[in-house]
C-alpha cells in the first residue's frame, strides 16, 4: 500500500483502558502519536516519513489519558445497516437483497423500526407486497432486532479490518 493511501486509511481508537472509542483516520492518529497523546498498539509495515522522524503507520492506537464519553443508546436505522445486519441477503428465500421490507406493513401500522424491517430480495418483497407474514404461511428464522454490541455502536456497516478483530471482541474469520 503506498504511503498516500495508508495515510487516509482507517485506525481503531482506544481508550487509556483500551476500550474501543471509535475510528479516526489514519493522518489524525499519527498526528495524536506525535503529539503524545496516543501511543501506538498496532501499526502497519508503512512508515510516514517526515524531515526529521520516520513514523510506522498506525492501525490501533490508545489514548494516554482516560476519556469519558457518553454513548447513544441506539444503532440509527438506515438500509445499508439492514443489509449488513442481514448479510445482504433475503430472509424469507435467501437470494442476494435489493430492497428492504417492512415484516407488518406500514399501510397496516406497522412501524420503521429495526424489530419491523429486514432485507428482501425484489421478487420476495413484490410478492408479500401489503400482507403479513400469517396471511402468506410465511415466517422467519429469526425475529428481526437492533444490532448490538461495541463493534455496531462504533463502525455501523463501515467493514471491520482484520487487526481491529480482537480489540472489538468480533471472533477472527478462518
Not at 461495541?150 to 477472527?172: C, E, F, I, N
Request: aromatic share 6%.
Amino acid at each position: 500500500m503506498p504511503a498516500a493511501a495508508a495515510m487516509t486509511a482507517a485506525c481503531l481508537l482506544l481508550n487509556a483502558t483500551y476500550e474501543p472509542l471509535g475510528v479516526v483516520s489514519s493522518r489524525r492518529a499519527v498526528v495524536l502519536v506525535l503529539a503524545a497523546k496516543a501511543e501506538p498498539v498496532d501499526v502497519s509495515d508503512v512508515l510516514c516519513h517526515a524531515e526529521l522522524v520516520a513514523l510506522p503507520v498506525p492501525v490501533v492506537v490508545r489514548l494516554t489519558r482516560y476519556v469519558r464519553v457518553p454513548y447513544p443508546a441506539h444503532v440509527p436505522l438506515s438500509r445499508r445497516a439492514v443489509f449488513t445486519r442481514d448479510g445482504s441477503t433475503c430472509v424469507y428465500c435467501g437470494a442476494a437483497a435489493t430492497s428492504i421490507d417492512h415484516v407488518w406493513p406500514r399501510s397496516r401500522g406497522g412501524t420503521h423500526t429495526w424489530d419491523n424491517v429486514v432485507a428482501a430480495c425484489r421478487r420476495c418483497n413484490h410478492t408479500k407486497a401489503d400482507r403479513s407474514l400469517a396471511e402468506l404461511g410465511w415466517s422467519l428464522p429469526q425475529p428481526p432486532r437492533a444490532p448490538s454490541g461495541s463493534a455496531w455502536r462504533l463502525l455501523g456497516h463501515r467493514a471491520v479490518d482484520p487487526r481491529w478483530r480482537a480489540w472489538l471482541g468480533l471472533p477472527d474469520v478462518a
